[in-house]
């Protein structure tokens, strides 16, 4: 399994090459999803048998972090769905974008994110989950933002990621606060946790971290936005698996959270507020993407509700969850790469615009009609038996009041299907539109055709439903699942949710009018009216502290700095040194010499001038270092003195007609004698301390014999402290780039 | 500054000073010395030669570009403590080995990588600042 994921990124990170020395590169990286589909499928018997898989491998011993997967038939459903979906993707992806100049880089990411989805969905140890859970955010990022040089796609981007992004800093701290609360660090190890005190506060952080993922209310505003992404993103990420992440991870965390009256009453209300929301906002749109996009809204408060429903029946719920989440999963992401097909061909994805289509293209016409049917929720097809055990779940659990919201909810999808389908079939077929290639419509046909195959042999997924609905149920559930259920409530529901949605439909013209008229107040407005606040904020400080003065600049870094420095020290009291050495002459005469160097400083009125008598202090402290044997430090005090007056004499070359220095004001000689004194102090301070002895005892001792190198400071650089090496240089690197920037920036200002 | 001595000098100055900051390198295992005052010799050397004949000709006698280096000297830094990854020990672990009786150690090509970047970093910024008081100039 470890392997598995390996690979995917792996094979990730060749993708770029791949795309630039081949032809049909779509159809070769393709290879990759479907042969992790093919190795997932192969796992398939040992995990339906009840016995889930484990692998992990050491990843941060030091602090007990392992890179552990574990493989039950959540997991594995997931798995399939990530691996198999993706295999149309990428070849889907091939025809969408074709000879866009960064397909490459499209297909290192989109995969990336593939590899990172598989990790999250199979990570047992809570860091693995919240890597790969982060790791999705980012590539998400990256994907919607893809066109970057649109404004607004690198808006949606950004309000995707702090949304997240945001809730996954929340679902950090839950994960950590669970394992402590369970002492474990392994998400399937994690006991029945209602009882606990900190039940609640877990509850709530893991609560924020799947419901901004699974774009639940009111955090649902990002997902629609998402829409700016080309269009197999939208399918890939946007409805079928990314978004879905909140969702399986409510499901995994339900046999420990579960089984509570908050849990249950929390998850149906957003839940159900989700579906209505979703169901509420498809009429204001005519776009095909973004009216996918509030039905996909409308299918994860489906599914959250769903989750509520699991510790209140018997096994409706956990079923009804497994079934839908595949249902929805294979019409949604079939329906999305059909309406970039369509987009693609016809020029616009403007429902009001889009006539005709079925005659000059079938095959997608044939997609999009079985899609529907399942988004419907209308026999032979999956999406029927999805919606049916959910009704027969929440007759059994919920209040009457709930189940009719419900209907309402799901009446919004038969009206949405009916609104896809039309174009299809209704007036004539526009000019020069015709089938796009076999890459553009084998995905929808595939996924639709799937829905049709399970629908009507529900037998097939039967085995690997029941493991899905035990791992979310917590024990073991077996339900026989039937195109047919016979003459029952659940039936008279899904009929009266058709007429409904027909009715709908009919009164779509007149609820579009009045929907779509003004801009709607919403979530979305709070999260703008937070971004331009903070905005505001920066500005304000940045007026106030970087006004372009550089004397300002240096008086609010001294100022502050003697300000914390100071009020972290002060009240702590300062050591004195003890017993300090009688002044030798020679050393006497050279800080004397650095003593008339600074006085001169404050007296010249040179800018050059000033530089040169700084310069002698400088030079008085490297001969200083030499004189108390550290000529290590004494050479670089040397060079670093030359450069800084080479640094300095370029920078004065740039400014022009100097004149002369400026008489200091009394504020900045008042900060900077506050300054002078608090260094001095500091040092004093530092004098006072006692000198741990056994640090220079233990780089005296094992620099030779374990560093072979007999420079304790070189060692101490570069082996011991290493790292810390590593971070300085790359400060340093960073710090280059940021002059050079800077400068660049200047020149094309000019 | 096209003075005749500067210009003579700075000849000699540029090879001698190179060759003190590659000695200061090598030997900065066991002698003072190592990759980030070497580094800042040899910045020194092409501040020098760069006053005395400009900047396009210190940049010809420059394998890289100077924010190449950086990029270079970053990832020979990593590399190194890549290499303990190898024995199954933790990253950044020192692995030495001999080659042709001269011990080598991954913390020599550490400081190497130090060496580079400090070198690209500061001559960038050098570069860049002499560049744009020519044109206020």
Redesign the interface.
Same mark, same amino acid.
């Given at each position: 399994m470890i392997g598995a994921v390996l690979i995917a990124f792996l094979g990730a990170l060749l993708a770029p090459w791949v795309e630039r020395n081949l032809k049909q590169a779509n159809w070769v990286l393709a290879l990759l999803p479907l042969g992790l589909t093919i190795y997932f499928a192969s796992l398939l018997p040992a995990v339906l048998e009840g016995a889930p898989l484990r692998h992990s491998v050491d990843w941060v011993p030091t602090l007990g972090v392992r890179l552990s997967f574990y493989l039950d038939g959540l997991s594995l459903l997931f798995a399939l769905l990530i691996c198999g979906i993706g295999t149309f993707i990428v070849i889907y992806s091939g025809g969408y974008l074709k000879g866009h100049p960064d397909l490459g880089r499209f297909y290192l990411i989109i995969l990336l994110f593939m590899a990172s989805m598989l990790g999250l969905v199979l990570a047992d140890h809570f860091v693995t989950l919240f890597v790969m859970w982060e790791l999705t955010s980012l590539t998400s990022y990256l994907l919607i933002g893809f066109n970057h040089r649109e404004f607004r796609s690198r808006r949606a981007a950004l309000q995707a990621l702090l949304v997240t992004a945001g809730g996954g800093l929340a679902l950090l701290a839950g994960l950590i606060l669970l394992s402590g609360m369970a002492g474990t660090p392994y998400l399937s190890e994690l006991p029945a946790l209602q009882q606990h005190p900190l039940y609640l506060s877990a509850l709530v952080l893991v609560l924020l971290g799947a419901f901004t993922k699974s774009a639940q209310f009111p955090f649902h505003f990002w997902l629609p936005n998402a829409m700016e992404a080309p269009t197999p993103v939208s399918a890939y990420l946007h409805s079928a698996t990314m978004v879905k992440a909140g969702v399986y991870l409510l499901a995994r965390l339900q046999p420990s959270l579960g089984s509570s009256e908050v849990w249950s009453s929390v998850l149906m209300a957003f839940g159900l507020v989700t579906l209505l929301t979703g169901a509420t906002l498809t009429f204001r749109h005519t776009d095909l993407k973004r009216l996918l996009a509030y039905s996909t809204v409308a299918a994860l408060g489906a599914l959250v509700f769903a989750i509520g429903l699991v510790p209140l029946t018997s096994y409706y719920g956990a079923v009804g969850f497994a079934t839908f989440l595949l249902a929805h999963s294979l019409y949604k992401g079939g329906l999305f790469m059909a309406a970039g097909a369509v987009d693609h061909e016809a020029g616009t994805r403007d429902i009001h615009q889009l006539s005709g289509l079925f005659r000059v293209m079938p095959i997608t016409g044939v997609a999009v009609g079985l899609a529907a049917l399942s988004l419907a929720g209308l026999p032979p097809v999956l999406g029927f038996i999805g919606k049916e055990v959910l009704y027969m779940a929440s007759l059994q659990a919920a209040p009457a009041w709930m189940v009719g919201l419900a209907v309402l909810g799901f009446a919004v999808g038969a009206t949405l299907a009916t609104l896809l389908v039309v174009p299809f079939f209704r007036g004539q077929p526009p000019e020069g539109v015709h089938e796009g290639s076999p890459s553009l419509w084998l995905g929808p046909l595939v996924l639709a055709g799937l829905g049709l195959l399970v629908g009507l042999f529900p037998g097939l997924y039967n085995p690997l439903a029941d493991a899905v609905a035990s791992a979310v149920k917590g024990k073991a559930v077996e339900y026989h699942l039937k195109l047919w259920p016979g003459f029952n409530l659940a039936l008279l529901l899904s009929l009266l949710t058709v007429l409904l949605g027909l009715g709908l439909y009919f009164l779509y013209p007149r609820l579009w009018a009045w929907m779509a008229t003004d801009p709607l107040p919403g979530p979305e407005n709070a999260y703008n009216a937070l971004l331009r606040g903070l905005m505001r904020l920066a500005v304000g400080l940045a007026r106030l502290l970087q006004n372009g003065s550089l004397r300002a600049y240096l008086v609010w870094t001294f100022a502050g700095l003697v300000g914390l420095v100071g009020l972290a020290l002060l009240p702590k009291g300062l050591a004195w040194p003890q017993g300090a050495a009688p002044l030798k002459p020679a050393l006497g005469l050279l800080v004397g010499l650095m003593l008339l160097g600074a006085l001169a400083a404050l007296r010249l009125r040179s800018h050059l001038g000033m530089v040169v008598v700084v310069g002698i202090v400088g030079a008085g402290v490297a001969l200083l270092f030499l004189l108390q044997n550290a000529?290590?430090l004494a050479?670089?005090q040397f060079? $670093?003195e030359?450069?800084t007056a080479?640094?300095i004499a370029?920078?004065l070359?740039?400014i022009?007609r100097l004149g002369r220095v400026p008489p200091g004001r009394p504020l900045d000689k008042l900060v900077a004698l506050a300054f002078g004194g608090l260094i001095t102090l500091l040092m004093l301070h530092m004098l006072g301390q006692p000198i741990a002895p056994h640090l220079s005892r233990f780089f005296a001792e094992k620099s030779l014999p374990e560093?072979?190198?007999?420079?304790i400071?070189? $060692?101490i650089? $570069?082996?011991f402290r290493?790292?810390d090496?590593?971070g300085e240089? *790359?400060v $340093?690197?960073l *710090?280059?780039?940021g002059?050079?920037a800077l400068?660049?920036r200047?020149?094309e200002e000019? | 500054m096209n003075t005749l001595i500067l210009q003579t000098t700075s000849r000699f100055l540029f090879t001698l000073l190179l060759l003190l900051s590659i000695f200061?390198l090598l030997r900065?295992?066991?002698?003072?010395?190592?990759?980030?005052?070497g580094a800042?010799?040899a910045? /020194?050397a092409y501040?020098l030669y760069a006053l005395a004949h400009g900047l396009s000709a210190a940049r010809q006698l420059l394998p890289l570009p100077?924010?190449r280096l !950086?990029?270079l000297?970053?990832l020979i830094?990593?590399l190194s403590?890549l290499v303990g990854l190898l024995n199954q020990q933790p990253?950044?672990t /020192?692995v030495?080995f001999k080659v042709l009786g001269l011990?080598l150690?991954t913390?020599?090509i550490?400081?190497i /990588? !130090?060496y580079l970047?400090?070198f /690209?970093?500061?001559l960038?910024?050098?570069f860049?600042?002499?560049?744009?008081?020519k044109? !206020?100039?």
């Open positions: 000529p290590d050479i670089t060079l $670093v030359t450069l080479i640094l370029l920078v070359l740039q022009p560093g072979f190198g007999q420079n400071v070189n $060692v650089l $570069v082996d290493g790292l090496t590593f240089i *790359a $340093v690197g *710090a280059g780039l002059v050079y400068l660049r200047r020149k000019h | 200061l900065g295992h066991n002698e003072p010395g190592g990759g980030f005052i800042l010799v910045v /020194g501040a100077p924010l !950086v990029g000297g970053l830094a990593l403590g990253f950044m /020192g030495w011990k150690g913390p020599v550490f400081d /990588g !130090v970047t400090v /690209g970093a500061l960038s910024a050098i860049a600042l002499e560049e744009s008081a044109e !206020v100039r």
